[in-house]
C-alpha cells in the first residue's frame, strides 16, 4: 500500500487455512504477488488444486498452501501478451531425517499432479511457474536420500520439449538463493512458449537486498530475490516475419520469407488480391 504504482494480490488460503474467515488464516503462510500496474494488468486468479485435486494434493502442498495462479496481461511499449504466472511454495525440507524424505515425495508427488492439468488446460499457454521450489533443480537438497539425488521436481525437468529450467544454471554454477543451502531451491521453470522470450543468461540471485536492510536473512527471510527476464515483443508477435520478398519468375511470384522464431504455428497462408484491399488465400504452407 505504501509503493505508489503498484498493486498486490494475496491468496485467500494457505497453510492449515482454505478462507479468509478461517480461524488461521491471519497468521498461516500466503502466497502473494507484487506488480506494477503500468505493466501488469491482473484478469484472474485462483487455487490450483485446491478444488478438483486429488484426497492427497492437500497434504503434498504443506496443509493447503497451493499453487498460486495469477493470469495478467503485460504490455510494455507497443508489446502485448497474456502470461500465467504460477507462484509456488512448496513443502519446505525440515525436520528429522525421515521426515526429510517424505517432504521430498510430497513435493515430488504435488508437481506430478500440478502438472497434469498444465498439460492439458495450457498446452500452448504462456506460463511462467516461480517462487519458492524448496528443491533444486538439478539434484535434491534431500541428502537423505542418498544415493539417489534425483531432484523433486524431476518430472519437470525430464519433459524438456514443453518446460525449461531457466535458473536451473544458477544451481549447476554453484549459486545459492538461501542463507542455508548451498544451491538455488528458489527457482523459475518456463513453458517452451515463455522460454523463447527469455533473455539469456539474465537470471540471477539478487544478494544485494541483504546490503539495504539490517540483519535481513533473520529479520526478513533467509531467501534472496530471483530474477529473470524477457522480450515482450516475441511473447506478443509469436510468429512474426522479419523479411518478406517477392520476384517474377518465368511469369510467376516466387514469395520468400524468414522468421527468427516461431512459437505455437501450424502454418502460413499465402493470401492475394487484385484490389490490394480485398484478398484471397492461394496457398498453405
Do not use: C
Not at 544451481?171 to 548451498?182: D, M, V
Not at 517452451?192 to 537486498?209: H, M, N, Q, T
Request: hydrophobic share 35%; aromatic share 12%; proline share 4%.
Amino acid at each position: 500500500n505504501q509503493m505508489p504504482g503498484y498493486s498486490y494480490i494475496i491468496s485467500d488460503f494457505g497453510s492449515y487455512a482454505d478462507s479468509l474467515t478461517d480461524a488461521d488464516y491471519t497468521s498461516a503462510q500466503k502466497l502473494a504477488f507484487l506488480y506494477k500496474t503500468s505493466v501488469i494488468r491482473g484478469i484472474r486468479s485462483y487455487g490450483v488444486l485446491r478444488n478438483g485435486g486429488s484426497s492427497n494434493a492437500y497434504y503434498n502442498w504443506s496443509s493447503g498452501r497451493f499453487p498460486f495462479l495469477f493470469e495478467a496481461q503485460a504490455k510494455l511499449n507497443n508489446d502485448s501478451a497474456r502470461i500465467n504466472f504460477i507462484l509456488l511454495h512448496a513443502k519446505a525440507n525440515t525436520g528429522t531425517a525421515a521426515e526429510k524424505v517424505t517432504s521430498w515425495h510430497r513435493r515430488k508427488d504435488g508437481n506430478l499432479e500440478l502438472k497434469g492439468p498444465l498439460d492439458a488446460q495450457y498446452p500452448t499457454s504462456n506460463l511462467v511457474i516461480l517462487g519458492a521450489f524448496n528443491d533444486a533443480l538439478n539434484k535434491t537438497i534431500t541428502t537423505e536420500l542418498a544415493p539417489d539425488t534425483t531432484t523433486s521436481y524431476i518430472d519437470f525437468i525430464n519433459d524438456s520439449a514443453f518446460y525449461k529450467p531457466l535458473t536451473l544454471p544458477l544451481s549447476l554454477a554453484g549459486e545459492q538463493s538461501t542463507a542455508s543451502f548451498n544451491t538455488v531451491i528458489d527457482n523459475v521453470i518456463a513453458s517452451d512458449e515463455v522460454a523463447i522470450s527469455y533473455l539469456p543468461g539474465s537470471a540471477k540471485v539478487r544478494k544485494e537486498v541483504t546490503q539495504l536492510v539490517n540483519s535481513y536473512a533473520s529479520t526478513t527471510t533467509d531467501h534472496y530475490p530471483v530474477q529473470t527476464s524477457y522480450n515482450l515483443h516475441i511473447l506478443g508477435h509469436p510468429a512474426d516475419v522479419s523479411s518478406f520478398n517477392a520476384v517474377v519468375d518465368s511469369g510467376n511470384v516466387e514469395l520468400t520469407w524468414s522468421t527468427d522464431y516461431e512459437i505455437n504455428t501450424a502454418n502460413y497462408v499465402v493470401q492475394r488480391s487484385r484490389t490490394q484491399g480485398n484478398f484471397s488465400p492461394v496457398d498453405t504452407v
